[in-house]
């Protein structure tokens, strides 16, 4: 046989088990995308922390517009739907439920509320007993949403939203935020009401503030 | 170059292509590798609502209480 036979004999071997390792691995990889031989695998996924706190369901509290009855030295509103000692004319609308905070980070925070106003610069007027006043109240809207409420916060009384509101008196608006909440739980929902005190003497017109949450990282968490 | 010494090169280079797919796919079976993602971490640590009304002067016509 001629040197060029041979040489053609082992090229055609060659192409041969190319096309066969060619369709082995063709038929192979069809086999590992189609039919997985083992039902284990490992997946590695790391999730950081997002801390996120929203008014997400009611952001705004408006009375609307109103009066104090002159019979009486003062109006008292909140969100729990009281409305009393104002006049029947010129009533104010009634609110049946306070601002809903949520946390929609992932993990659990501490909760701190400040206003901007104290009740003497939101409400004004004065009166000897009953106000002005600016304070409101914490709860938990979800189960377990706050699981430590910090002072000066209480679950089922109201406490004025900034350091004093006492009648009358001036009040110097807090320069740290007020711990609302200790260990306020991810996906937990806070409810917070507010109750007003309006002065027959104050002047009239449109009143506003604002609160402000804030959350902080919950080290015990 | 003789008709035979060509049709032999021929075939070596169809083997040659053949064997270079034959790697790329097999290369292609090995684990998937899956595109790492971030998690930013978002944060959003405060929020603000509003509070109002609008008093006016006092009216005498009886109200509530």
Redesign the interface.
């Known amino acids: 046989m001629q040197f060029?036979?041979v040489?053609?004999v082992i090229?055609?071997v060659?192409?041969a088990?190319?096309?066969f390792?060619?369709g082995a691995?063709?038929v192979?990889?069809q086999k590992?995308t189609a039919f997985a031989t083992s039902d284990i695998g490992n997946t590695s996924v790391?999730?950081?922390?997002?801390?996120?706190?929203?008014?997400t369901q009611?952001?705004?509290?408006?009375?609307?517009?109103?009066?104090?009855?002159?019979?009486?030295e003062s109006?008292t509103?909140n969100s729990e739907g009281v409305?009393?000692?104002?006049?029947?004319?010129?009533?104010?609308t009634q609110q049946t439920s306070g601002?809903n905070?949520t946390n929609d980070?992932n993990v659990a925070?501490n909760l701190n509320l400040t206003a901007d106003k104290d009740a003497a610069g939101?409400?004004g007027g004065t009166n000897a007993l009953n106000g002005p006043r600016f304070q409101w109240k914490l709860n938990s809207a979800t189960a377990g949403a706050c699981t430590s409420v910090g002072s000066p916060l209480a679950s089922t009384v109201y406490t004025n939203a900034t350091c004093n509101d006492a009648a009358g008196s001036g009040c110097t608006l807090d320069a740290v935020p007020l711990r609302a909440c200790g260990n306020f739980v991810s996906n937990g929902k806070i409810e917070?009401d507010?109750q007003?005190e309006?002065p027959?003497n104050?002047?009239?017109?449109?009143?506003?503030?604002?609160?402000?949450?804030?959350?902080?990282p919950n080290v015990i968490a | 170059m003789?008709d035979?010494?060509k049709?032999?090169v021929i075939?070596?280079l169809?083997?040659i292509i053949?064997?270079l797919?034959?790697v790329v796919?097999?290369i292609?079976?090995g684990d998937k590798e899956v595109n790492t993602g971030n998690?930013?971490?978002?944060?959003?640590?405060?929020?603000?609502?509003?509070?109002?009304?609008?008093?006016?002067?006092?009216?005498?016509?009886?109200?509530?209480?």
């Open positions: 060029s036979n040489l053609m090229a055609v060659a192409v088990l190319a096309v390792n060619l691995t063709v192979t990889q590992a790391a999730v950081l922390s997002s801390i996120s706190i929203n008014f009611k952001d705004t509290l408006y009375w609307g517009t109103g009066a104090v009855d002159t019979a009486f109006a509103l409305i009393s000692q104002a006049s029947a004319t010129a009533n104010w601002l905070l980070g925070v939101f409400i917070i507010v007003i309006v027959k104050t002047l009239p017109g449109a009143k506003q503030s604002l609160i402000t949450a804030s959350a902080d | 003789v035979k010494e049709a032999v075939l070596l169809i083997t053949l064997s797919v034959s796919m097999t292609g079976i998690n930013s971490g978002v944060s959003d640590p405060d929020d603000s609502a509003s509070v109002g009304l609008t008093v006016e002067p006092p009216n005498g016509t009886g109200g509530t209480g």
